[in-house]
């Protein structure tokens, strides 16, 4: 069979993952938390299944939970999004992602992907039969470069992929950045696929910058994010996009034949769920307290640490412990000797762009991360 995506094998992150758990490494690797959920949100999904909520919901979700994003993304971004006509519930932000990607792009249209990026953005637009163009972040610092993101626009680009915070570098869009964004794709009629994921996962006081709340951006936008992240369930496959009134009719189109529905039972219980705002404005705290806690345990190790600004991963560079040993190698090394996984950078780039640098993800328990810590200080 010619293979529609020829270039693609398994996911770095389920190869590290099986790594880990064959060798028995602490698993800083793939992306999700080693701690379970709030006990009521567990008990919510127990009584909406109770409660005989367990057929197929309406096809762009539950009401009552299209009508709770709506109100937080109000509150939160000062945009009101429809929830009939503007909120779709998806399964996690990766149907999302793809969804919209089908839903907008024709076989031929260029969409621009800033690089590093996730690695589901380049098979989604090969699928659509879209031509990926890669724009890379600024090295060393991974900020926007606004004059690359510019000379890449053609009158073909059909869409922009954004990340912040960002996976893996863990910068944060600042407000000025997301205006000078607004300011490029002004003359254009270029659409944005707003990836914002860790949208809760901020620090040091800095604010997420959602497209939703830039009236420019949300104008042209997908808003795109995941109850998997925010409420520490990422195998429970619950995201939602944000979008005006006519491009969520195109998504939904597709959305009807992609998956049809989500979940009934944990739409209503993210519903009920989401009345009480505190385990939201209070994700940023809980994480940077483990960032803060890592950071400092790494910074007894020869690891040199990049900045950590939002999301739940730290990257740093290990060539002051193996000047040599490409990002992959050295990563299975440090699984099977040292005891702790961790992601390459370098899946993030299309050529497997090479610096020395690895991901750790830090969701996980404290005692996880101290254990971990004891592990990387013998390199
Ligand atoms: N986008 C980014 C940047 C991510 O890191 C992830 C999860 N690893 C996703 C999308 C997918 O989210 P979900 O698990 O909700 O499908
Ligand atoms: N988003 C997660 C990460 O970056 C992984 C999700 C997946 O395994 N596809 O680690």
Not at 153 to 158: A, D, E, G, Q
Not at 195 to 212: C, I
């Given at each position: 069979l010619p293979s529609r995506l020829p270039d693609v094998g398994t996911t770095i992150f389920t190869v590290m993952s099986a790594l880990a758990a064959e060798h028995g490494a602490v698993n800083?690797?793939?992306?999700?938390?080693?701690f379970d959920c709030d006990p009521k949100l567990l008990d919510a999904v127990t009584q909406a299944m109770r409660e005989g909520l367990n057929q197929y919901p309406p096809m762009a979700g539950v009401p009552a939970l299209r009508e709770a994003v709506s109100a937080k993304l109000d509150t939160l971004y000062g945009h009101r999004y429809?929830?009939?006509?503007?909120i779709t519930v998806t399964a996690g932000a990766t149907q999302a992602i793809l969804t919209a990607i089908l839903c907008c792009v024709h076989p031929g249209d260029e969409v621009v992907v800033l690089e590093p990026?996730?690695?589901?953005y380049g098979p989604n637009i090969e699928l659509a039969g879209g031509t990926i163009v890669r724009v890379p972040l600024t090295?060393?610092?991974?900020?926007?470069d606004f004059d690359r993101i510019a000379a890449a626009?053609?009158?073909?680009?059909?869409a922009i992929i954004v990340n912040s915070p960002?996976?893996?570098?863990?910068t944060v869009w600042t407000r000025d950045e997301m205006q000078r964004l607004a300011a490029l794709l002004r003359p254009t009629g270029v659409l944005l696929i707003s990836?914002?994921?860790?949208?809760?996962?901020?620090?040091?006081?800095?604010?997420?910058?959602?497209?939703?709340?830039?009236p420019e951006l949300a104008a042209r936008a997908f808003v795109v994010s995941s109850f998997g992240k925010t409420y520490h369930?990422?195998?429970?496959?619950v995201g939602f996009v944000a979008a005006p009134a006519a491009l969520t009719a195109e998504f939904r189109k597709v959305h009807q034949f992609n998956v049809f529905s989500v979940n009934t039972p944990v739409q209503h219980a993210l519903a009920r769920y989401m009345a009480d705002p505190a385990p939201y404005l209070e994700l940023g705290a809980f994480y940077q307290h483990k960032r803060d806690l890592f950071r400092e345990g790494l910074g007894a190790t020869r690891f040199r640490l990049l900045p950590s600004e939002g999301s739940y991963f730290q990257c740093v560079d290990y060539s002051a412990i193996d000047?040599?040993?490409?990002e992959e190698d050295f990563c299975r090394r440090l699984t099977t000797q040292a005891g702790v996984a961790a992601i390459p950078?370098?899946?993030?780039?299309a050529e497997g762009f090479q610096q020395r640098i690895v991901r750790f993800c830090f969701a996980k328990k404290d005692e996880t991360l101290q254990r971990a810590l004891d592990r990387l200080a013998r390199l």
């Open positions: 800083l690797g793939q992306g999700f938390p080693d429809d929830p009939g006509s503007e990026c996730y690695d589901s090295p060393g610092t991974f900020r926007p626009l053609t009158p073909r680009t059909r960002h996976n893996p570098s863990a990836d914002e994921v860790y949208e809760h996962m901020v620090y040091d006081g800095r604010p997420h910058v959602s497209a939703a709340s830039i369930v990422t195998g429970w496959k000047e040599h040993s490409t950078l370098s899946p993030f780039y």
